[in-house]
């Protein structure tokens, strides 16, 4: 993954054709996907390959959560479709994210990314599971798991990207999703930041959706997202 381009475009529709509408209007402007578990189980694989083999990556956020053999299995299928990235979910323990790593270790562009809190998440939604302390608090603790498991870098919310990178060092990838620009509304998340707040502060790479996929130019609103990370004022 090449960090100089760090915009990720969720493919946040319900069929393969409103995706492939959302990426040929998008063209060159964008060269990574996210495609999660809704367009996945609408779409299937197919969608996947057509990405791929027009040269763009694929970020393939599944969050896998099962016992470690299933998660391999899982991990070396999105590998053999071309994936650049997959998810794990941390909360699975070392065993599920040391799994995943393995499996991954035949594909050489695949990276494993392990999502510690999702960002809907507050302090509050985490003490109704037992879990005592800030959401940071647990971002890195989870965090650690990660690195100690080989993971690539971890899922995070842009409030815990300066964290992140202090505890992980210059290499992991650390992707936000969760970013909105100055004036937006932060939907569902709730540990927001701007694209460029969390690029400073350490992001590899920010998730952006329907500000740009429903938007009545996405190609405009996706260069105003990359405005913002170059300090610019394209409104």
Do not use: N, W
Request: charged share 20%; proline share 5%; hydrophobic share 50%.
């Amino acid at each position: 993954m090449e960090p100089a381009d760090p915009i990720i475009v969720v493919l946040d529709v319900d069929t393969r054709r409103a995706a492939e509408g959302v990426v040929d209007r998008l063209g060159t402007e964008c060269r990574i996907y996210k495609v999660g578990l809704e367009l996945l189980t609408a779409a299937g694989p197919g969608l996947i390959e057509r990405l791929v083999a027009d040269g763009k990556e694929v970020f393939l956020d599944l969050k896998l959560f099962e016992i470690p053999t299933s998660v391999a299995g899982a991990v070396r299928a999105a590998g053999a479709l071309g994936v650049s990235m997959v998810t794990v979910h941390s909360m699975g323990g070392t065993g599920i994210m040391a799994a995943a790593v393995a499996a991954a270790g035949g594909f050489p562009r695949l990276r494993v990314l392990a999502l510690t809190v999702v960002t809907s998440m507050t302090r509050a939604d985490l003490a109704d599971v037992g879990i005592t302390g800030s959401a940071e608090d647990q971002v890195l603790r989870l965090a650690g798991l990660a690195e100690g498991a080989g993971c690539h870098g971890v899922i995070a919310a842009p409030r815990e990207a300066g964290a992140l990178r202090g505890r992980l060092g210059p290499r992991a990838l650390i992707v936000t999703p969760g970013v909105a620009l100055p004036g937006e509304a932060r939907g569902e998340h709730a540990r927001p930041g701007t694209p460029r707040a969390a690029v400073a502060a350490g992001a590899s790479h920010v998730v952006v959706g329907r500000a740009v996929t429903r938007a009545a130019d996405p190609v405009a609103a996706l260069r105003r997202v990359r405005g913002d990370l170059l300090g610019e004022d394209r409104t």
